[in-house]
């Protein structure tokens, strides 16, 4: 007797437990959702010792006008900037972004505003983390974190110094360990838009080296984006993530600059795709799986038709082999986080590139801008959207104007030398705050690609 209470009581407070964890989910996406599905952050650099470089057709008068800082974090959702340069109108103006830092804040601080995005990708939602501003303002630290001159590495760094992408996995893994083994795995894709072309950084040659490779994008019957043939890779942990990331990064294009020595002369996407995939034995145990159960029924109903007998019941079109396998495939659901480090926009004159270098600029300017074109459509409702304008603003459709929670991170540098640039990101990220686009969607449904062969963690 005394066993069966217990046994009753245990049943009870798990019960209970469940419920509570279910409202504590509702509870945290309706937080997210109220401070906006696309937010804003605007971080502010600190002076550095490139922005001490004159170039050549700077005089020294206007190199030391050049230092002076204009751009100010008055409290942490304020940005001010002021200005009295001669012979230009003075400059006095604020932007609100739903985050600010300032020039001393750290990366620990910038990642803790980031980290409830992560609970909401588990709970199914779709997650884009994007880092927009001039060349040198920022953008790889704060995604990456330092990085050497000729080779990018994580080994041996401060922790305290890592950026968001690798933050972001040791975030991720950690949440899933916490979920019951071989729930949940992985994939990894790494690619690059340079000169509005998307390249595959990790697919391989013939003899296993990896080397980019160029891919299309299109937009699928559902209205998706889709890069087909594109390299997945399962991983089961952040250094297996890393070591991925870290090879093709040491494909990504760089060139130095008179602005910046190592700056990137395309925009990086790396996709994090999560599978969740539920046993027949716990299938249906929350809410979430009850209305997968009710889409897998049509589903497998609707699949195969021509294998369906009108005298047969429907117990025995459930013991088809093939259509318990279409079933079993179907009770997974794929969430997405995508960390997008965009390439640097750049005045021509400043940054003093010639002939190929010149060339890449312009196809970085004509991307972002089209970038801001597709806000600018979206916050003003229009009936159609140039998504297909650029690769990039076609491969990010799904994050910018679909159903992903978006960040933008703004990054800005404080010098009087880069106002002009400054202006304009503050500008973009304004505009980027006035995107509606209504209810995000959770991702409740299967997709359509499966990967079987891939065993889960």
């Not at 046994?7 to 437990?17: A, P």
């Not at 469940?18 to 937080?31: F, G, I």
């Not at 972004?97 to 609970?119: G, H, I, K, M, W």
């Not at 705050?433 to 990967?451: A, D, F, M, Y």
């Amino acid at each position: 007797m005394k066993a069966f209470d217990l046994e009753q009581s245990l049943q009870e407070v798990t019960e209970r437990y469940e419920r509570e964890k279910q409202k504590r989910r509702a509870l945290h996406n309706s937080l997210v959702e109220l401070r906006g599905n696309i937010r804003v952050h605007c971080r502010i650099r600190p002076l550095l010792p490139f922005d001490h470089a004159t170039g050549h057709s700077i005089s020294q008068d206007r190199h030391r006008n050049s230092l002076e800082n204009v751009a100010y974090a008055i409290d942490d959702e304020t940005v001010l900037v002021k200005s009295s340069r001669p012979g230009h109108a003075p400059i006095n103006k604020t932007f609100q972004f739903e985050r600010v830092y300032n020039a001393t804040e750290s990366q620990d601080t910038v990642f803790a505003d980031v980290a409830p995005l992560l609970t909401s990708l588990l709970d199914g939602y779709n997650v884009c983390i994007m880092a927009y501003g001039q060349t040198g303002s920022g953008k790889t630290y704060t995604m990456l974190g330092p990085q050497l001159e000729e080779n990018v590495t994580f080994v041996n760094e401060d922790e305290s110094e890592l950026g968001i992408i690798p933050r972001a996995t040791q975030e991720l893994f950690r949440l899933i360990s916490e979920k019951p083994p071989g729930s949940y795995w992985v994939e990894v894709s790494v690619v690059e838009v340079y000169n509005n072309e998307v390249f595959d950084l990790l697919a391989k040659d013939s003899c296993g080296k990896v080397f980019g490779i160029k891919r299309d994008v299109v937009t699928t019957r559902e209205g998706k984006s889709d890069v087909p043939s594109l390299t997945y890779e399962t991983v089961a942990n952040t250094s297996e993530f890393l070591h991925l990331v870290i090879k093709g990064l040491q494909l990504r294009v760089r060139h130095p600059t008179l602005v910046h020595a190592h700056s990137s002369r395309s925009h990086l996407v790396v996709t994090m795709t999560i599978t969740r995939t539920v046993s027949g034995d716990n299938f249906g145990t929350s809410w979430e799986d009850e209305q997968i159960n009710q889409r897998l029924n049509k589903e497998v109903s609707c699949a195969y038709p021509q294998k369906r007998d009108s005298k047969s019941t429907s117990s025995s079109r459930a013991s088809s082999p093939t259509q318990l396998e279409a079933a079993e495939k179907l009770k997974q659901v794929k969430t997405r986080l995508q960390l997008v480090d965009l390439a640097g926009s750049e005045c021509v004159g400043m940054s003093g590139v010639t002939g190929a270098a010149l060339r890449e600029t312009s196809f970085i300017n004509r991307s972002l801008s089209a970038l801001a074109d597709v806000l600018g459509a979206i916050a003003e409702q229009r009936s159609h959207v140039p998504y297909r304008n650029s690769k990039l603003t076609h491969l990010l459709q799904d994050s910018v104007g679909g159903d992903a929670k978006l960040l933008v991170m703004l990054c800005i540098s404080p010098s009087q030398k880069y106002l002009t640039e400054s202006m304009q990101s503050l500008g973009f990220g304004t505009r980027a705050r006035q995107v509606q686009r209504g209810q995000i969607k959770k991702r409740n449904l299967p997709t359509s690609r499966t990967k079987s062969t891939d065993p889960p963690i």
